[in-house]
């Protein structure tokens, strides 16, 4: 299988904070990718490489088999609009389904009417006055609309409501399965999303942290709790990346697939051992290099 | 204690083993596609028809080309043989192991069963 | 090529912007020239006088209206546009020769509309009343020939201003327009300097093309400016 999307050591620096450091991963073609991680992980910036509107310090992105930056034919078979999107000034929601299929060649405009319907997004308003919730529909439009071989959705859920999660979901997948494309979703709501995925990526300041099959994530890590003797006793022989305790009971996430041996020894201790969901995972990676978190602390 | 219920596709492949032993979906009759099955439980397409082919590698769905994927001939039975495995696993390992922590004994456990059963009928 | 194009249609997607506000201006001028003439009128000067109609004449009004509007204009059209146009897909270079292409078409509309109005205010002889609201020495004193790269080449520069300002501030935010600000001081300050001991000759050695090179020369710098500074600029 081709990859749609590659990046290679991508390097971005902002003055003297680093975005992107060193980040490689690819999505193959037809994928429905998700990029995981918390606010300011980087899931912005990687997107805007992709989709030429930013370029990597170092390194190298190709999109499509072609560096994105500046180049016509691969701009025009890829779609994105960042989640803090500016729309020129004046502009109501006619004017972006006037001027979108200008330039998205596969523009459907049925796939908009649907939508914009669905989510009632307002006509007589200008889009500087849509709340969140709309704004996030706008771009939903846009991005599903274009029918773009490279669509890159950037936390498409804010603000949005069930029925609006709902119907994102359900057009995405219908219009995908008729007209398969490259997805990256980039979202911090992991549970909401996961099962669209069949690849996820996860970064954490700056760095690739998972990039894999979405059935292979569960093999990643697994959580160990109970006493905190027994889960110390446990957790000995793993890469500890995020533990919990409190009074007496501890809960670890540890790098790594939960073999027999591990298994047995868990139900000799007491202590309960379960595969780490894709949302343990990302908090997991997200939360390490901090302090171990005290309940007390917490709160 | 190990509470595992497997990758996306296994869940979407047990459920639909679920509405095949239930007759939802009687043997000879065509079921959802893959793509329609993705559409409904929202989830990967790619993902969902691994869970489809899951059962039709174990022979209790077959495609007919061009038509669709249709439940098989004996489909119920082969099902319902291997779910009594893991019958046991499933229900019966996590039954006594909280018996034993309450402290109920067999011959108790016997008892409560019959007693639900007259309940029921 | 093609995002060429759709960049000016981009441009365009703001009909009422681009070709209704020309004309609203033109009238809200014109109605405030009538008045003044009104005032004049009620304070003794008579229309079709001599002293009525240089005073008249003198009255810059259309152009200070139109001015604001097209550095506004310009402004908006990198500043708030540029953004979108990336997400559309245009790339930088698509999206500046599209604009610059797209002030030319702006400038030639607004230069047509001023020349018809200025046309049929002397086929009426000044609206039947002595008013002179196009037909002003800012605009060409009434010949066309004067009037048509007079306001072709203001609005030219009044768009390509506004564009490469918003072009540092795309670049460099809020540093970016107070660094051309003060650049363009420095350029003044300087060439006054080498030219203050022999201003009355020039003044004396003015002629109207200089004004046209010196449009030209602004508009260039503009254009070759905010390609400079938008070829690099990301958004964030």
């Known amino acids: 299988m081709t990859n749609a999307i590659e990046i290679q050591s991508a390097t971005r620096t ?54 994105p930056f500046e180049n016509e034919s ?183 697939a939960a073999d027999d041996a591990v298994r047995a020894d868990a139900d000799g201790l007491g202590a309960r051992l379960a595969p780490a969901s894709l949302q343990d995972l990302v908090a997991a990676f997200g939360e390490e290099g901090s302090e171990p978190i005290e309940e007390g602390a917490r709160a | 204690m190990f509470v595992d219920k497997g990758p996306a596709f296994q869940q979407l492949a047990a459920k639909i083993a679920d509405e095949i032993v239930a007759g939802t979906y009687p043997e000879g009759t065509a079921v959802p596609s893959a793509t329609d099955f993705a559409v409904f439980h929202q989830m990967n397409p790619a993902t969902a028809s691994k869970g489809v082919n899951l059962l039709v590698e174990m022979g209790a769905l077959y495609k007919k080309r061009g038509i669709g994927m249709f439940v098989a001939a004996g489909a119920r039975d082969l099902l319902r043989s291997q779910r009594r495995e893991e019958f046991r696993k499933q229900y019966m390992e996590p039954l006594l192991r909280e018996a034993r922590v309450l402290e109920i004994d067999v011959a108790e456990l016997h008892h409560m069963i019959d007693e639900h059963e007259e309940d029921e009928t | 090529m093609s995002a060429v194009v759709s960049t000016v249609k981009l441009h365009l997607n703001q009909r009422v912007g681009t070709f ?52 506004y204009f310009g402004v908006a059209s990198v500043a708030t546009t540029f953004p979108f146009a990336l997400t559309l897909g245009a790339t930088r270079r698509s999206f500046v020769t599209g604009t610059l292409l797209w002030y030319a078409i702006t400038a030639g509309y607004i230069t047509a509309v001023l020349a018809v109005l200025t046309a049929i205010e002397l086929a009426t002889d000044h609206w039947f009343a002595g008013f002179y609201i196009f037909d002003v020495y800012i605009l060409g004193a009434g010949d066309l020939l004067r009037l048509v790269p007079i306001v072709f080449l203001g609005v030219l520069t009044a768009l390509t201003v506004g564009g490469v300002f918003a072009a540092s501030w795309v670049r460099f935010a809020a ?62």
């Open chain 1, 14 to 67: 902002f003055g003297r904070t680093t975005a992107l450091d060193g980040v490689s991963f690819a999505v193959p073609e037809g994928s429905i990718c998700g990029l995981l991680g918390r606010n300011g992980a980087g899931k912005t910036t990687i997107m805007s490489i992709i989709a030429g509107q930013d370029r990597p310090t170092s390194g190298r992105v190709e999109v499509l088999g072609h560096r």
């Open chain 1, 74 to 256: 691969v701009l025009s078979r890829i779609s994105f609009v960042r989640d803090n999107q500016r729309y020129p000034d004046n502009y109501r929601l006619g004017h972006v389904l006037r001027i979108a299929p200008e330039f998205a060649p596969n523009w459907n405009a049925d796939v908009a009417a649907e939508l914009v319907e669905g989510f009632r997004i307002p006509t007589r308003t200008d889009i500087k006055k849509f709340s969140r919730g709309q704004l996030s529909s706008v771009a939903i439009v846009l991005g599903l609309a274009s029918r773009a071989a490279v669509t890159l959705l950037d936390e498409p859920y804010l603000g949005l409501d069930v029925t609006a999660r709902a119907l994102f979901h359900d057009m995405l997948l219908r219009d995908y399965t008729a007209h398969p494309r490259t997805v990256l979703l980039s979202t911090h709501l992991i549970e909401e999303s996961e099962k669209l995925f069949d690849r996820v990526v996860v970064v954490d300041r700056g760095r690739v942290r998972v990039d894999s099959d979405v059935d292979e994530a569960r093999d990643l890590a697994f959580t160990l709790s109970g006493t905190t003797a027994a889960v110390d006793e446990l957790a000995r022989r793993h890469t500890v990346l995020r533990s919990h305790t409190v009074s007496g009971l501890k809960s670890v996430t540890v790098l790594g």
């Open chain 3, 175 to 236: 540093r970016g327009p107070q660094l051309i600000a003060a650049g363009v001081v420095v350029v003044i300050v300087t060439a006054l300097i080498v030219a203050l001991p022999a201003v009355s000759a020039i003044v004396d050695a003015f002629q109207p093309w200089w004004l046209a090179v010196a449009a030209g020369v602004v508009i260039l710098a503009s254009s070759v400016g905010s390609w400079l500074l938008l070829r690099p600029a990301i958004v964030r």
């Open chain 3, 20 to 71: 209704a506000v020309p004309l609203y201006i033109a009238g809200t001028v014109a109605a405030f020239s009538v008045l003044l003439s009104l005032l004049f009128w009620r304070s003794g000067s008579l229309p079709g006088t001599a002293g009525w109609i240089q005073g008249s004449q003198s009255n810059p009004g259309i152009a200070y209206g139109l001015v604001g509007f097209l550095v």
